[in-house]
């Protein structure tokens, strides 16, 4: 054989094993770069002058005077932040789900910081939202209202927190 055709092999060989490998390296690594999530940065938020409208707010102050004490009210929170999920593949998937379903204000024991009840507006939620929060807190032994408009039926609070 000759030098050559030796030489003509050598070169294929360190192209097909050396440089094909890092250039495919080298294109998965910018892939994994490029199509990487941004972390989000925090610098510039601020918060809010007046965060509560002033129908929620009243709204509020006449859940605190009614309860006196014995409740503490959540304005404005998640299902999420309520329920657990179960450890699987769709854990993910769930606590965006649970996300979505909006729960206007919460009502929890000060002693046993369990939830007593919950109050939702059903235009804050979708149709099938409403059913599943509905269904969920039912199984969990929490009454819900639905009050359109930050309705305060006083009467109607009282016999559900005594229910």
């Not at 770069?33 to 009243?58: C, D, H, M, R, Y």
């Not at 807190?137 to 016999?159: F, R, Y």
């Amino acid at each position: 054989m000759s030098a050559s055709v030796i030489l003509s092999y050598a070169f294929i060989y360190f192209v097909l094993f050396l440089v094909v490998p890092f250039v495919l390296v080298v294109f998965a690594m910018t892939c994994i770069k490029f199509f990487k999530s941004t972390e989000f940065v925090a610098s510039n938020i601020k918060l809010k002058p007046n965060s509560l409208e002033s129908q929620a707010g009243s709204f509020i102050n006449k859940l605190n005077t009614l309860v006196n004490g014995k409740y503490n009210v959540l304005y404005g929170t998640t299902l999420d932040s309520l329920c657990d999920v179960d450890k699987n593949e769709k854990e993910q998937d769930a606590h965006s789900y649970l996300r979505d379903c909006h729960l206007d204000y919460v009502l929890v024991d000060s002693e046993s910081s369990t939830v007593k009840l919950v109050i939702t507006d059903p235009q804050h939620n979708s149709e099938e939202n409403n059913r599943f929060i509905d269904t969920t807190l039912a199984q969990m032994g929490v009454k819900v209202l639905h009050l359109a408009k930050n309705d305060c039926d006083e009467t109607l609070l009282k016999s559900s927190l005594v229910a």
